[in-house]
T-cell receptor, first 116, second 110 residues
Framework: NAGVTQTPKFRILKIGQSMTLQCAQDMNHNYMYWYRQDPGMGLKLIYYSVGAGITDKGEVPNGYNVSRSTTEDFPLRLELAAPSQTSVYFC???????????????FGSGTRLTVV | GQQLNQSPQSMFIQEGEDVSMNCTSS?????WLWYKQDPGEGPVLLIA?????ELTSNGRLTAQFGITRKDSFLNISASIPSDVGIYFCAGQHTGNQFYFGTGTSLTVIP
């Protein structure tokens, strides 16, 4: 049972560089999410997807892009990295939403990103 | 965006003590969840609450959905060292997005 797998675990980027954070789930969940976690600030939603081919902005989408070409994968793209994007990024998935018996999200173990 | 306030921000307790923490919102939620995050890992779901007044237990953990639907509480009885971590609440109005609290960091001193 792999659950939600995130890669890489750690990354240091220079200002202006780009990178893709990978997220894959093997639970056949329809919904996937990207959060960032800053110290003392809890989790903020960046983007989410309710199914393949569908993505929507969350609370803090600026500076990021996503795609959802398959049910399993939901990569997060940073095009021009900035110091403000230094954070821990979590990917999560859920089977469905409000009416699901399988409640809550399954989280990956996170990617710690530092932009210098 | 929606902000959920958790208190206390951090706690240092002796092993064996009971722990209480809470989460408050300015708006009503239909669902409350409590997560625990171990260092270097993602949050893991502990308890889910679906209606006002509901009291649900998971081992030594007990959570309650506040009557006003604007708050929730988590209690841990007889704490042990492995209870160390950050505890997050999350609330949902309708639809699919959950809003997360700012977290309560728990340290258990053996």
């Amino acid at each position: 049972n792999a659950g939600v797998t995130q890669t890489p675990k750690f990354r240091i980027l220079k200002i202006g560089q780009s990178m893709t954070l990978q997220c894959a789930q093997d639970m056949n969940h329809n919904y996937m999410y990207w959060y960032r976690q800053d110290p003392g600030m809890g989790l903020k939603l960046i983007y989410y997807s309710v199914g393949a081919g569908i993505t929507d902005k969350g609370e803090v989408p600026n500076g990021y892009n996503v795609s959802r070409s398959t049910t399993e994968d939901f990569p997060l793209r940073l095009e021009l990295a900035a110091p403000s994007q230094t954070s821990v990024y979590f990917c999560a998935s859920s089977l469905t939403g409000h009416t699901s018996a399988n409640y809550g999200y399954t989280f990956g173990s996170g990617t710690r990103l530092t932009v210098v | 965006g929606q902000q959920l306030n958790q208190s206390p921000q951090s706690m240092f307790i002796q092993e064996g003590e009971d722990v209480s923490m809470n989460c408050t919102s300015s708006s009503i939620f239909n669902t409350w969840l409590w997560y625990k995050q171990d260092p270097g890992e993602g949050p893991v779901l502990l308890i889910a609450l679906y209606k006002a007044g509901e009291l649900t237990s998971n081992g030594r953990l007990t959570a309650q959905f506040g009557i006003t639907r604007k708050d929730s509480f988590l209690n841990i009885s007889a704490s042990i060292p492995s209870d160390v971590g950050i505890y997050f609440c999350a609330g949902q109005h309708t639809g699919n997005q959950f809003y997360f609290g700012t977290g309560t960091s728990l340290t258990v001193i053996p």
